[in-house]
């Protein structure tokens, strides 16, 4: 009696599914889906279709205070392609804007419109039940 009981509280914004706390994203350090994107990356290589590719490597500024930084950059081995830029979501509903990814994906638009001389991507992996294939799908300006 008359002990001090802490009650741990979580932020209901940080919950997913199934009420379980999101893990924390560490800057620099790939993701399970980002990894398996970076395979088809290293495919595109060998194919010559890229020249190179890199994770993070660059950051926009948007606006005061507001920057974005893709997931992946590469360059394409036709030079008058250029280069891209890709956003990676774990699965379509992401993808959509309809999770708490609508921040990402909101800047992402942004930046396409802002730096037309790139190209912006926003992918996905499909279900395995629809093939297991990446959706990779052009941002319009």
């Known amino acids: 009696m008359g002990e001090m009981v802490q009650i741990a509280t979580v932020d209901a ?3 997913k599914a199934h009420n379980r706390p999101m893990k924390r994203r ?9 990894e398996r ?6 495919e595109y290589q060998r194919d010559k279709q890229i020249v190179s590719y890199s994770f993070e ?18 360059v394409f081995a036709d030079p008058t392609m250029g280069v891209a830029f ?4 774990a699965s379509e509903f992401h993808a959509s ?6 921040n990402s994906l909101t800047k992402l ?6 730096f037309p001389q790139f190209y912006f991507f926003k992918c996905y992996p499909r279900k395995k039940s629809e093939g297991g294939a990446w959706v990779i799908e052009p941002i319009k300006v």
Do not use: H, W
């Open 86 to 89: 890709y956003e990676i979501k």
């Open 109 to 114: 638009k942004v930046c396409a419109r802002t």
């Open 57 to 74: 490597p660059v950051t926009f500024k948007l606006a005061e205070g507001v920057r974005y930084t893709p997931d992946f950059m590469a």
């Open 13 to 15: 914004r940080k919950m």
């Open 97 to 102: 804007g309809k999770s708490n990814q609508m």
């Open 26 to 34: 560490v800057p620099g350090a790939m993701s399970k889906t980002e």
């Open 37 to 42: 994107f970076a395979e088809l990356l290293n």
